[in-house]
Each structure stands twice: as structure tokens, then as C-alpha cells.
């Protein structure tokens, strides 16, 4: 991923310095004099750290909960909903609250997780990585269950706790049982009956994961580099987060093609790690106006800008505005075309303070 964002980013800091002309003293190459602290940043991963821990720790406390409850009746899940169909209901619920407590938690730190490379195996690991179908891409860990299966490179553990809780992807799903929790003949959207042997053991090891992310966020030590590194590479990604927003059921409804991103709209996810660059940029932006004011004005502007127009969709989407696909499409290509030159003028910013933007 990094390699890819780069090489964009070098197109938009090529075009970034040739419009600004290279004639003044100040547009050449000059030593990083100014100090940058990066307290707040760190002191921000790890409220976040904090937070998706106490959450994880609620999803997996509510899936022992769940599993103890389909122990009882020896995992036959047509007996459980008879016996304790209100019980599943009321475990079901609370399963999606708590990963709609712990998605925010993460995404609002992912431009930091996911933009330093430190910290990056982690970002691929809870909310990035693929299955086993795409192996370049698939996550580094198999789901063991307490009954031996095995479940390899299931894909990254939001991806597995979302659509287990909200029975979007089959494979998660409890066997030869309709998931009618509320008896009424029907099922809807949000129904669901978990395989409480997978769902138990992702659960687990998503609480563990989620721990093994604080401990190394404590261990880190930000640099310039790290968060020059985190704006250039994490900020134009907008492109990836529309099209996943085009194919969910906030914009295809029932022909969405995306199982997950259906607990909050991929708009939200899109405000939140933004608004988390936007706290790393703070930290920055006094080194970069040492060398150039008006554009370190302009960056921290143009960044604004980016979150409030991806802020002004969501509120409209919960207002009730149905976005159709190709506007979905026009969007997206609208919010990339504006986070590329935000990346472009950090990267050339970063250059002539002679910070290296890691690859």
C-alpha cells in the first residue's frame, strides 16, 4: 500500500512544486530548525488504544456469554431459539452495540495505526486485511476454535465480528437455523444467529490483538518522519473508502456486494480518520510554516475543507438523502482528487525540511 500511495504523491508534489515556482530563497531544501511535538499524538493513539480495549473487552465478554448460552444445549441452535430465543435476541443486540462502540475507537486512530510503519501490521491485522482468497493482501493469522476448527486468514477482525453479530457473511453463521430472533415469521436485516464456536474464538483473539496494539503504541516513540509519513500515506485513500461506501447498503441497499460496513456508513469511517489527520497535521504544521506560511495555512485549510465535505454527505446520508452509485462514484472522485494534492504539498513540504517520507 505504502509503494502505491507514494508514487501518487510524488505526481501531486511534482505538480505542487512546479505551480509554486522555485525562484525564492525559501523554496529550496532548508534544516527542520522548528521543534514539533508530538505529545498530543501519541497522548490521542492511546486514548484510543484504551478505548478499544475496554471494547474488545465488552465484545468478547458478550460472546462467552453467548457461547456458554449455546454450550447448554449442546450447540443445537434450533433448541436454543426455542428454549431461548429472547436470550439470543437480547445477546445479538448487545454483540452489534458493542462493535458499533468499538469501530469508531479504531477508525478515528487508523490514520495514525495505518500511516506509521511501526504500528502498520496492526492496522491490516483489525480492520485492512483481506481472506485467504487474496493472499497479498490476506491477514497474518487463522482463527482456532474451541472445538478445533480452524478458519484460515478469515479476513481482519472488524471484518469478522460485524458480520458474525449482523449475519452478513454465511460462513459465521450458525448452521440449519433460520435467524428469526424476534418469532415473527420473517427474517430482517440485523437477525442474526452467530456460530458461537467461531464467534467466541474471533471475539477472543480480537480482545488480544487490541492489547498487543496498546502495548506497542506505548512502545512507540513518534518522529517528524512518522507523521509526515502518516499524512502523506493515509490521506489519499479516499477513493478505497467511496467505492466500499458505493457497494454497501447504505448506497446499493438489498444489491449491496460489501457484507460489512453495515453497522455505520462508510461515510462516518471516512470523518473519523480524517479528523485523526487532522490532529497529526496540528503537530506539523508550526515546522512547515518556518519554511512557507501560506502553505502551511493552505494544507491545514484544504484538509478541513476534505473532513467537513465528507462530514456534510454523512449528515445528509442520516437525514435520509439516498445517494445513487454513480454520485457515489463523482464524489469519490472529487475526494481524492483533493486529498492527492493535500498529500502532494505535505510530501513537498516534508522535502525541503528534509523529513524522508517512509516507504
Not at 19 to 48: F, I, M, N, W
Not at 187 to 202: I, K, L, Q
Request: proline share 4%; hydrophobic share 40%; with cysteine.
Amino acid at each position: 500500500m505504502f509503494r502505491t500511495l507514494l508514487a501518487a504523491v510524488a505526481v501531486a508534489a511534482a505538480a505542487a512544486l512546479t505551480a509554486c515556482g522555485d525562484d525564492d530563497g525559501d523554496q529550496q531544501s532548508q534544516p527542520a530548525t522548528a521543534q514539533t511535538d508530538l505529545r498530543p499524538v501519541k497522548d490521542y493513539l492511546l486514548q484510543h488504544t484504551e478505548r478499544l480495549k475496554r471494547d474488545t473487552a465488552a465484545i468478547r465478554a458478550g460472546a462467552e456469554r453467548y457461547h456458554a448460552l449455546a454450550e447448554e444445549v449442546d450447540f443445537d441452535y434450533a433448541q436454543l431459539l426455542d428454549t431461548k430465543r429472547a436470550d439470543v435476541q437480547r445477546l445479538v443486540k448487545d454483540a452489534q452495540a458493542a462493535f458499533q462502540r468499538a469501530n469508531p475507537a479504531y477508525e478515528e486512530m487508523e490514520g495514525v495505526v495505518a500511516g506509521v510503519p511501526e504500528l502498520a501490521d496492526y492496522d491490516v491485522i483489525i480492520d485492512a486485511g483481506g481472506d485467504a482468497s487474496d493472499p497479498e493482501n490476506a491477514v497474518p493469522f487463522s482463527i482456532e476454535t474451541p472445538q478445533g476448527r480452524t478458519f484460515k486468514q478469515p479476513g481482519n477482525f472488524n471484518y469478522l465480528i460485524e458480520t458474525a453479530s449482523y449475519g452478513t457473511d454465511p460462513k459465521f453463521a450458525a448452521r440449519g437455523v433460520e435467524p428469526d430472533l424476534d418469532g415473527d415469521g420473517k427474517v430482517e436485516f440485523g437477525e442474526a444467529v452467530p456460530d458461537a464456536d467461531f464467534y467466541v474464538a474471533a471475539a477472543r483473539d480480537f480482545e488480544k490483538n487490541a492489547n498487543e496494539l496498546d502495548a506497542a503504541a506505548r512502545k512507540w516513540e513518534p518522529t517528524p518522519e512518522d507523521a509526515f509519513t502518516a499524512l502523506v500515506v493515509m490521506t489519499p485513500t479516499m477513493s478505497e473508502y467511496f467505492e466500499a461506501w458505493k457497494n454497501s447498503r447504505f448506497v446499493a441497499g438489498d444489491k449491496a456486494k460489501e457484507k460489512a460496513f453495515v453497522a455505520a456508513s462508510r461515510l462516518q469511517d471516512i470523518v473519523d480518520i480524517l479528523s485523526g489527520l487532522e490532529l497529526v497535521y496540528d503537530s506539523v504544521e508550526p515546522r512547515i510554516a518556518k519554511v512557507d506560511a501560506q502553505q502551511a495555512r493552505q494544507i491545514g485549510q484544504s484538509l478541513a475543507e476534505l473532513r467537513a465535505f465528507a462530514e456534510r454527505l454523512r449528515k445528509e446520508e442520516a437525514a435520509g438523502r439516498k445517494f445513487e452509485p454513480a454520485q457515489a462514484d463523482t464524489l469519490g472522485s472529487e475526494a481524492q482528487t483533493r486529498a492527492e494534492a493535500i498529500a502532494g504539498q505535505v510530501s513537498q513540504s516534508a522535502g525541503r525540511l528534509g523529513i524522508e517520507v517512509e516507504s
